[in-house]
Structure formats: structure tokens, C-alpha cells
């Protein structure tokens, strides 16, 4: 059987923010369930559709409604143990010099790239 923790990425990453939030498969299941109902339900699709929310608008609605649930469930049954991160060294986190000036040509770039769709 699959180990649903190890889809739960979107629990992991709030979970860095706040130590106590316990990794909680439920939130898979909310989201799947959320999302499936809005777009795959007539009724559900056609109201979202008639309030004037587009779809990009939806998925940030529930992405919103689902950090909130992920919140109120690590205040109401906080982790027995904070959660800590741990540095086994298997890979070189040593910083790449040219770190810098990468970004900065990337960031050019995307500019550069939006000017010219603009124009």
C-alpha cells in the first residue's frame, strides 16, 4: 500500500513554517476531493462558474482554505516533538560563486522576455 505521507509535499512545506503542524494526510484527501467536486460536478462547476471565479482563481481559493485547515489542525493537535531538520551531509551544500550573476542574467531575461510580449 502506498504511503500517503509521501504525497503529502503541500503538509511538509507548511510544516517548515510552523514546526508543531503535524504532517496530516487528510489535507491530501480535502484536496483531491475539493478539487475533483469543483471542476468534475455539474452543480459545484456551473456555481463557481456563475460566481464569476475562474478556474486559476478556484485552485487559489483552495490552496488558501487548505494551508487555513493545515493551521488550525497543528493548533488544535500540535506534533508531541517539534519538527527540526537534520543535516546528514550527503550533499555539498557549498554556495556556486557564480550564484549571483546567474540570477541576475535570469532575471534580465524573464524582463526582457515580458517586454518583448508587451511591445
Known amino acids: 500500500m502506498m504511503d500517503l505521507q509521501a504525497l503529502a509535499g503541500m503538509d511538509e512545506s507548511v510544516s517548515l513554517f ?3 503542524i503535524p504532517p496530516e494526510t487528510i489535507i491530501l484527501w480535502v484536496t483531491v476531493v475539493v478539487i475533483a467536486v ?15 471565479i475562474h478556474e486559476f482563481h478556484f485552485l487559489g481559493i483552495v490552496f488558501a482554505l487548505l494551508v487555513a485547515l493545515m493551521l488550525i489542525i497543528g493548533a488544535l493537535k500540535p506534533r508531541a516533538e517539534p ?37
Open 38 to 52: 469543483g471542476y468534475f460536478f455539474p452543480p459545484a462547476a456551473a456555481a463557481i462558474s456563475a460566481a464569476g
Open 83 to 119: 519538527w527540526h531538520m537534520v543535516c546528514t551531509k550527503e550533499v555539498d551544500l557549498t554556495p556556486w560563486k557564480g550564484a549571483q550573476w546567474a540570477s541576475l542574467i535570469l532575471v534580465f531575461l524573464v524582463i526582457a522576455i515580458y517586454v518583448f510580449f508587451a511591445i
Open 18 to 20: 510552523g514546526s508543531t
